[in-house]
C-alpha cells in the first residue's frame, strides 16, 4: 500500500459517520459482496485490497484512535499467519470484527482467529458473496441475484453473460464502487456498464495477446507474463497448449497460478502465498535486479524456475 493512500483512508475514516468498514478482495466476487453490504447498511466504507496487502490495511486501522462502534468485515480474503496479531490488537482497540471467506485456512491460524474475533465463517462451498447473502440479506431477491451472479464468475460457471460483463468491466476502485452501488440497487445491466465493458474489453484484449505471445510450455506448465485477467489468460494457455498448471507472472514478482489437480494453493504457500486449490496466487519478491533480469532472461531467472521445478513437481505427486 502506498503511503499516500494510507493517509487517504485514514482521512476518510475520521469523516465516516457509519459503522461498518468492508475489506475485501478485488475481484467481483468483493464487488458483489460490497452491493449486499451496501444494500444492508447502506453507509459502508470500502478498501478493496489484494490477498497479498490486506495486512497492511489492518495495520493502518490500529491507528484509529476512538473505534467504537465499529465494525470491520473482512470478505474474500483468506487467514494468514500474519494477520492473527493484526486483528487481536484491532479487538483490543475496541473494534467489532467480522471475517467472511472461502479460501483454504491454514487449522491453527483459523483456530487463532476464531478465538479473536468476533464472528469467523469460512466455507469452501460457497463464494464470499452468497455466505454475505446468506449471513446479511438471506430472503432478499435482489441479494440473491447478488450472490449468484457472483458465484457464476467466481467459479467459473460462466453461464449468465452479466457476470462475464460486471467482472470485465472493473478496472480500479472507482469503477468496483460504481458496480457494488449499481448491483446494491438492483441494476446489473445498464448503458454505462457496457460502455465500462467496451473499453476494457480493449484492453483485455491487448493484455491477452501480450500473454500469448510471451507465453511458453515447459512440459505441462504454461508461464507467460501478463498485467492482470489472470483467469481469462490461465484458461487461454489452457486451451493453447493443453497445459495442467499454468503460471501466470507479473513484472514485480507477483504471480497467479491454476491447476488442474487441487494443488495450486500448496505450489503458492511455498512462495509467500495461498488461495484456492485449483486457482492461487503468490509472490517471487523480485529485487530491482530480479525486475530487469525477468526482462532480459524471461523464464530462466532462477526465482521464476524454482516456481517452476515446483509447480512440475506437484504435477507429478
Ligand atoms: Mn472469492
Known amino acids: 500500500m502506498r503511503r499516500k493512500l494510507g493517509k487517504e483512508i485514514l482521512r476518510a475514516l475520521s469523516r465516516f459517520n457509519g459503522n461498518i468498514i468492508h475489506l475485501t478482495h478485488t475481484d467481483l466476487d468483493a464487488v458483489c459482496c460490497d452491493a449486499i453490504f451496501r444494500r444492508k447498511y447502506g453507509d459502508v ?38 494477520a492473527v496479531e493484526s486483528v487481536a490488537r484491532l479487538k483490543r482497540n475496541g473494534w467489532r470484527i467480522e471475517w467472511r471467506d472461502h479460501h483454504v485456512w491454514d487449522v491453527r491460524v483459523f483456530k487463532d482467529v476464531t478465538r479473536t474475533i468476533d464472528y469467523l465463517c ?9 455466505l454475505a447473502c446468506k449471513d446479511l440479506l438471506e430472503s432478499d431477491p435482489i441479494a440473491q441475484e447478488i ?24 478496472s480500479d476502485t472507482a469503477s468496483r ?19 465500462m465493458y467496451t473499453v476494457q474489453m480493449d484492453r483485455k484484449n491487448k493484455v491477452m495477446n501480450n500473454a500469448l505471445r510471451q ?41 497467479s497460478v491454476r491447476t488442474v489437480a487441487p494443488v495450486s494453493n500448496q505450489i503458492a504457500m511455498l512462495f509467500d502465498g495461498g488461495g484456492h486449490p485449483h486457482a492461487a496466487g503468490g509472490n517471487l519478491h523480485f ?16 526465482k ?9 513437481r506437484f504435477d507429478q505427486s
Do not use: P
Open 45 to 82: 466504507l470500502t478498501i478493496f485490497s489484494s490477498v497479498q496487502d490486506y495486512s497492511s490495511y489492518l495495520d493502518l486501522f490500529a491507528q484509529v484512535q476512538k473505534a467504537t462502534n465499529l465494525t470491520l468485515c473482512l470478505s474474500d480474503l483468506g487467514g494468514r499467519e500474519g
Open 122 to 130: 469460512v466455507n469452501r462451498e460457497l463464494c464470499a458473496c452468497e
Open 147 to 170: 450472490a449468484a451472479i457472483g458465484r457464476d464468475r467466481d467459479f467459473w460457471v460462466n453461464k449468465d453473460r452479466r457476470s462475464d460483463v460486471l467482472s470485465t468491466a472493473i
Open 287 to 302: 529485487t530491482i535486479a530480479e525486475k530487469v533480469g525477468l526482462r532480459l532472461f524471461a523464464y530462466r531467472l532462477k
Open 215 to 255: 507465453s511458453a510450455l515447459f512440459d505441462h506448465t504454461a508461464v507467460t507474463i501478463s498485467r492482470g485477467y489472470s483467469s481469462d489468460v490461465a484458461a487461454m494457455l489452457r486451451d493453447r497448449y493443453q497445459s495442467r498448471t499454468e503460471l501466470l507472472l507479473r513484472a514485480n514478482g507477483v504471480f
Open 304 to 312: 521464476v524456475r524454482e516456481l517452476i521445478e515446483a509447480a512440475s
Open 177 to 195: 464502487e460504481k458496480l457494488a452501488s449499481k448491483m446494491s440497487r438492483g441494476i446489473f445491466t445498464d448503458a454505462e456498464i457496457e460502455g
